[in-house]
């Protein structure tokens, strides 16, 4: 599976951004997806995460309320609505698969990785 991020950029605090996932090589229908974050000189971090059904969703504590996880199986696609935004949430924005529904918030349960996209939010 080869995942692709999109949408990242610069915006101002307040302001609000809709990252895409698109995935090919196979489907990713009855994964369970992650975004997660890495700012510089800190740990990746857990950000949502949806299972293959898009029926349940879990948030870090600092975006819920703020961000949304959602699915197009059809498209093989992951978004993540991010409203109200912080410069806390300046990073590096990665889309992860777990093919296995093991847990959604360890990053060592992923099996597959983009390669990331930037968001800066500037106060």
């Known amino acids: 599976v080869q995942l692709e991020e999109s949408g990242g950029g610069l915006v101002q605090a307040g302001g609000s951004l809709r990252l895409s996932c698109a995935a090919s090589?196979?489907?990713?229908?009855?994964?369970?997806m992650g975004w997660f974050r890495q700012a510089p000189g800190k740990e990746r971090e857990f950000v949502a995460a949806?299972?293959?059904?898009?029926?349940?969703?879990h948030y870090t504590d600092s975006v819920k309320g703020r961000f949304t996880i959602s699915r197009d199986n059809a498209k093989n696609t992951v978004y993540l609505q991010m409203t109200s935004l912080k410069p806390e949430d300046t990073a590096v924005y990665y889309c992860?698969?777990?093919?296995w529904g093991r847990g959604p918030e360890r990053v060592t349960l992923y099996d597959y990785w983009g390669q990331g996209t930037q968001v800066t939010v500037s106060s």
């Open positions: 949806i299972v293959w059904s898009g029926r349940n969703t």
């Open positions: 090589g196979r489907s990713i229908g009855t994964y369970t």
């Open positions: 992860a698969a777990d093919p």
